[in-house]
C-alpha cells in the first residue's frame, strides 16, 4: 500500500504515516534500491494496527 492509501484507510495525515513509520510501528518496503525511489507497506500490517487500535 502507498503512504497515500495508508493514510486513507487510517483516516490520518500522510505526516502521521510518516510518524508511524519513522517510530516503528509500520515498517516501510522499498522495492527498488532507487534513492527517492517509492515506499510501500504492508496492507496486512496496516490491518492488524486497524484491529489493535479497535481493541483499545
Do not use: C, W, Y
Not at 534513492?35 to 481493541?55: C, D, E, H, M
Amino acid at each position: 500500500m502507498t503512504r497515500a492509501e495508508v493514510a486513507d484507510l487510517l483516516r490520518v495525515s500522510l505526516t502521521t504515516v510518516d510518524r508511524l513509520a519513522a517510530d516503528g510501528t509500520l515498517r516501510r518496503h522499498k522495492p527498488s534500491s532507487k534513492r527517492n525511489g517509492r515506499v510501500l507497506f504492508s496492507a496486512a500490517q496496516v490491518n492488524r494496527l486497524i484491529t489493535s487500535s479497535k481493541t483499545r
